[in-house]
């Protein structure tokens, strides 16, 4: 099939660019909906500062009253505000790293067009260099300028004004000439109050998940004395399982933890609590281009609200049901990166997840919220590496979790941390409805243009 680029496209552009991709691509036609009207539009430059702070050698460090927690352009998107990553606090403020309160990032190095609103628990940490801060003047609205970024004609401008064959990437200056609707101040302002209400849904629910962490850490002794070495004796070793001899199955972080609970709380396996833990098999995946299921990674699952460009085809998930979680799942990553642990709310229930995520599926035995809250703890993660084996790549699978240990506190404590991570939950998932709803009106307004 054949498409023609007439002059008129490509004057404009400035750059005389004659390679047809730059033209003939989703990009470029969301793009060409706003640059045929620029009229109703202003620069981001015009009314926002934007950097990327320089190329620097990382001083990375271990955490002290002088670090700042550092994140990584692909830790933009993701749900968490913390990192176990550390640089030292005077090169970052030496290099103006630090991001604050209110900044608007986008990543603009291998995928493009990621965008966060930095909230308060962000304030003061610091993002790697590729990553680009966007100050909105005061009299513009915040929300509003992170919505239209977050939509598809923001992330489309960013993809067709990037440079690079091979890995793609764009800075501040071409940021800054993406084209901002400017609709009436009543339109902007409802989007801002969604994407502000969705702001602070999310640090209410994260609030409450360091409340209810801090409830289950507490009860567990983690000022145990940190040895490097110790004695393991050989019948530890004949009665352990795999009969495994890498020491740090036996003499780490994670084993100290384990042998508390195992010797000093009333616990049961994992195994014990749940009627089914499993991960779907491996399967050879029917991607679509339109109609079908968004298939969702390891990855993908951690992201503020799950994404991926990738479908099956609905033949495929009818033969294996088993790829969509029910809701109230606990999903587990099993694979590279070990022990994230993600609810399956409403909107994950809808998605297909890879066979590289284990589902855990409670029976009821301890409440909900509070199997989920200790697997997603510090000290449930631990637990959940301790298991993993394999030198490169690390796995785990059904049978190694079903080992993990989990404390059965006093009812009334695991009622309330059940009643606090379910409301945390609740916050969450209207938080992904209301910044869904917003980005999804910038588009539906920018659309309307072709109506009229």
């Known amino acids: 099939m054949k498409s023609v680029v007439f002059k008129s496209v490509i004057i404009p552009a400035h750059n005389f660019r004659f390679d047809s991709r ?31 702070p320089p190329v620097f050698k990382r001083q990375f460090c271990k955490l002290t009253p002088r670090a700042v927690q550092y994140f990584q352009s692909s830790d ?31 990543t603009g190095f291998g995928t493009i067009g990621n965008s966060r609103l930095v909230s308060r628990f962000q304030n003061g940490v610091c993002y790697a260099n590729n990553v680009c801060r966007i100050k909105v003047n005061n009299n513009f609205k915040k929300g509003y300028i992170y919505a239209f970024m977050r939509s598809k004609y923001g992330v489309s401008q960013l993809n067709k004004n990037a440079s690079g ?12 000439k993406t084209l901002v609707p400017l609709f009436p101040e ?65 003499v780490s972080q994670n084993r100290r933890y384990y042998d508390y609970i195992i010797n000093k709380t009333s616990h049961a396996n994992l195994s014990d609590l749940c009627s089914h833990i499993f991960r779907p098999g491996i399967f050879k995946r029917q991607y679509v281009q339109r109609e079908g299921i968004m298939f969702l990674g390891g990855a993908d699952i951690l ?19 088993e790829l969509i979680p029910e809701e109230g799942t606990i999903l587990v990553t099993c694979g590279g990166t070990i022990g994230n642990v993600v609810y399956v709310d409403k909107q994950l229930s809808t998605c297909a997840v890879s066979q590289h995520v284990m589902r855990i599926i409670p029976n009821g035995t301890v409440p909900n919220g509070y199997l989920y809250a ?22 785990i699978e059904p049978h190694h979790l079903g080992l993990v240990p989990v404390p059965i506190l006093d009812i009334s ?9 379910r409301k945390s939950i609740n916050d969450i998932e209207q938080a992904k409805e209301k910044e869904t709803h917003a980005i999804s009106l910038v588009e539906q307004e920018i659309e309307s243009w072709n109506k009229n």
């Open 186 to 250: 009543s339109f902007q302002k409802e989007i801002d109050d969604l994407i502000q209400e969705s702001a602070r849904l999310r640090e209410e629910a994260t609030n409450m998940f360091g409340e209810v962490h801090k409830i289950i850490e507490g009860q567990i002794k983690t000022d145990i004395e940190d040895s490097k070495y110790g004695i393991v004796s050989s019948q530890n070793i004949s009665l352990s399982h795999n009969k495994r001899f890498e020491a740090t199955y036996y």
């Open 22 to 52: 730059h033209y003939l691509n989703e990009h470029a036609l969301n793009s060409l909906l706003l640059e045929q009207n620029s009229q109703k539009c202003k620069q981001l430059s015009e009314f926002a500062l934007l950097f990327n």
């Open 76 to 106: 933009v998107q993701n749900s968490s505000e913390n990192s176990s990553v550390y640089i030292y606090g005077k090169q970052a403020q030496d290099l103006n790293l630090l991001v604050h309160t209110g900044d608007i990032l986008v």
């Open 303 to 321: 992201n503020a609200i799950p994404y991926s460009n990738k479908k099956l085809s609905y033949k495929q998930v009818l033969n294996m049901p």
């Open 374 to 395: 200790f697997l997603s703890s510090h000290i449930g993660h631990e637990l959940i590496n301790m298991f993993s084996f394999g030198s490169v790549i690390p796995q």
């Open 165 to 176: 064959s091979v890995v793609r990437y764009i800075e501040a200056p071409g940021i800054g």
């Open 413 to 421: 404590l695991m009622n309330n941390v059940d009643e606090l991570c």
